[in-house]
């Protein structure tokens, strides 16, 4: 029986295919990975918290589906398990921090402390961030700010996966854009691949044989392709807008070397072209934080109000007749959240499998199930 | 005969339904028309060459296309010719501005040297703007920080034009984003509409009697159009990516809500659905302007050679067997520009006719053509 919206929404996003787990048991599970890796405590609890949030919000790309690629990627030496994450260049509005090759979680959530701190001594807050690693969904550091009243902003670029407008090969990361930010009763919460799928979507699709849209992938020689499969051997997503510049494709390549210059090139950094996955040294992942105190420029509360008025309105404007309803930016996820904190986090069985496997392999108990 | 690839590119552009006219004798126009509608003479030339530079890049719709707008916005008493712009919150690496109803172009102006002067002694300067009018390209505020070696952002809310992801009622604006860098031997520089197309491009194309391709617009009623009157009674411009969230759609919603967020809501002023034309009063357009000192991160020359760099590699990677090339950012207006100096710009015939209306209307001496 479907209760709440949230449930509603539940549904439509989860089939048979699916097991629960709960929050709690999810959060420790991870926890103990890290740790049996040889991540100090704290930080194997800030990475965890960061990739269970994804799985909570129902952004299963960034969740424990990536856990394996975090796990081979530390056996294979590239990731610094007790980094000395350095302030290199500082002033009261800005700092230039380098991960030293840590895991991203734990080098982003250093940052946008330091981000959040300089903007509640100064109004404004920016970190630049070199030489770090995949951090999981941008959204986790953006609401670091937005929880403590401040607006967060945080960039960060990836492996190369776009091609360039009227390009094929692939030198541009998804570079990810967020912003959050509190309003009454909530928050806005924008996160954002600015290729016109992510990355993940397609690896969704191809566990499940489904066909990807003509528009998201071209493959190696450039053409338009439907199979996820070419993607996979060599292919390039399309920037946001799509092929060209008929749709506004341009602006999404834009968006994506208006990353590069906010992450890799101001922190002294490398762009996506040169940035490498988790597993290689040195892949030198690059993030761009920024936190705005709210207050600062305008009272609190008039800003919370507007924000939530805002939001009201233009989801109480017309709607299209084949739509449901009109989403506010990261309502979806903020919905999901609340129902997997009642009946639990929905992870795909193969993935449930690969996690039982991990747990096997590195001597730990296995996840139990909601039964 | 051509001979260089910019004079190449301007052929594609320019057919014979225009004209051209020598850049100084459009300034020196411009400059004139505002000076008789009682605008002081500074600031005068402050607007024209904002105007007069969109039309040098190739904007047409921001160019003296939009003249005749301008002075019926002051005509009818929504522009204040002589504002008292106000600095109303200040920080060593911030500020909040009234822009008291001036001309946008004069405001933000304004805002953008403050935003510099900020972020040069203390390596940023976050600049927010309540109470303003249109303001020309966001590019043009953005290259003023680019120009002295800052990082320059620039955004702004335009009046509803765009309809919410599944929605149909015009709410957000086309609210562009803008980032200028400088680079070895030049500039990069973004300025986008979050938009699937601007709706400057609907305007070029009913002119020409063409009509738009399927996903620019929906009509009043939340069809599909190809007919760009449908826009212009009353339908609504598609957010980037699209309809719908297949192609990405949300993701240009969300651009453009994080626009309103910090330009309209930080502020203290309007979002989209609130502002209003340069004829109205209290049309309440807001904007955001931030420089980056780029010194205070990294040392400049590192910056502007890598940025070089990664522009000539993604210039250099495979392009589309359908591409004559692959553009960097900017490069496109600024090749515009640099023929543009030398042969003049290229204005259309019906806005041409447009201009000497206003001369002989405003008495002043009408705009020479090259012969």
């Not at 290689?280 to 920024?290: G, I, L, N, P, T």
């Not at 600062?296 to 449901?324: D, W």
């Amino acid at each position: 029986m479907v209760k709440t919206l949230s449930e509603l929404y539940e549904k439509v996003k989860v089939d048979e295919n699916y097991v629960r787990v709960s929050k709690d048991d999810l959060f420790n599970f991870v926890v103990k990975v890290f740790m049996k890796l040889g991540i100090p405590e704290n930080d194997a609890k800030t990475i965890a918290d960061c990739i269970v949030t994804a799985d909570l919000r129902g952004i299963e790309s960034h969740g424990v589906q990536r856990l394996k690629r975090y796990i081979n990627g530390i056996r294979m030496g590239g990731v610094n398990l007790k980094p000395n994450i350095r302030i290199v260049r500082d002033g009261p509005s800005y700092a230039v921090v380098d991960g030293d090759e840590g895991m991203g979680h734990v080098v982003g959530t250093f940052a946008m402390r330091l981000a959040i701190e300089k903007a509640k001594k100064t109004g404004i807050g920016v970190v630049v961030v070199r030489n770090s690693n995949h951090f999981g969904i941008a959204g986790y550091y953006s609401m670091m700010a937005a929880r403590e009243n401040l607006i967060g902003i945080c960039m960060t670029n990836t492996r190369p996966l776009v091609a360039p407008t009227w390009g094929i090969d692939r030198v541009l990361g998804t570079n990810p854009i967020s912003l959050a930010a509190p309003m009454e009763n909530g928050y806005l919460l924008i996160d954002m691949a600015t290729s016109t799928a992510p990355a993940g979507e397609i690896e969704i699709r191809k566990r499940k044989g489904d066909k990807i849209p003509e528009g998201w992938v071209l493959d190696k020689n450039g053409n338009m392709t439907t199979n996820p499969d070419d993607f996979f051997a060599g292919g390039a997503l399309l920037p946001l807008g799509g092929f060209g510049e008929l749709y506004g494709g341009h602006r999404g390549y834009c968006l994506a070397i208006l990353v590069e210059v906010l992450t890799g090139l101001l922190s002294g950094g490398s762009w996506s072209k040169y940035v490498g996955e988790t597993h290689q040294k040195h892949s030198d992942v690059c993030h761009f934080f920024m936190a705005i105190n709210i207050e600062n420029f305008v009272p609190l509360n008039q800003f919370k109000k507007a924000l939530a008025k805002m939001a009201e309105e233009i989801k109480s404007s017309r709607k299209h007749p084949e739509a449901e309803r009109i989403w506010i930016p990261g309502e979806k996820g903020f919905l999901t959240e609340e129902t997997r904190l009642r009946i639990g986090i929905a992870i795909h069985r193969s993935v449930f499998e690969e996690l039982n496997k991990i747990a096997e392999d590195l001597g730990i108990e296995k996840l139990k199930l909601i039964s």
